[in-house]
């Protein structure tokens, strides 16, 4: 059977996980420095929540820590695919990963 066989409702080539983690973001143009909630994680990308929008094609670096002593965190280069509100009055952000680190 081949993946896109499978029966769920993700058919994503890069299955996301669910992840409740801290995330500092950078902003390439003018270095502004941005807290926000991760929500899930692929290999090409992460959903975050923010108090304020993003631009699409934002270019940014994200840096989310290990929660293990020893075991490096996740570095990446991205940019905004797309930002949307939520009930909350916060912004749902998807960020495509242009590199890891």
Do not use: W
């Not at 896109?4 to 502004?32: C, N, P, S, W």
């Not at 993003?54 to 991205?78: K, M």
């Not at 905004?80 to 242009?98: H, K, L």
């Amino acid at each position: 059977m081949s993946f896109h066989d499978q029966q769920y409702r993700e058919k994503r080539d890069f299955i996301r996980m669910k992840v409740e983690a801290r995330a500092t973001l950078t902003l390439q143009e003018g270095g502004e420095v941005i807290q926000a909630d991760c929500q899930d994680l692929s290999s090409q990308g992460v959903q975050i929540v923010l108090d304020r929008p993003l631009p699409e094609n934002t270019h940014l670096s994200l840096s989310i820590p290990s929660p293990t002593p020893g075991l490096q965190g996740l570095e990446a280069e991205g940019q905004v695919m797309r930002c949307e509100p939520i009930d909350s009055g916060q912004f749902i952000v998807g960020v495509y990963f242009n590199s890891l680190k």
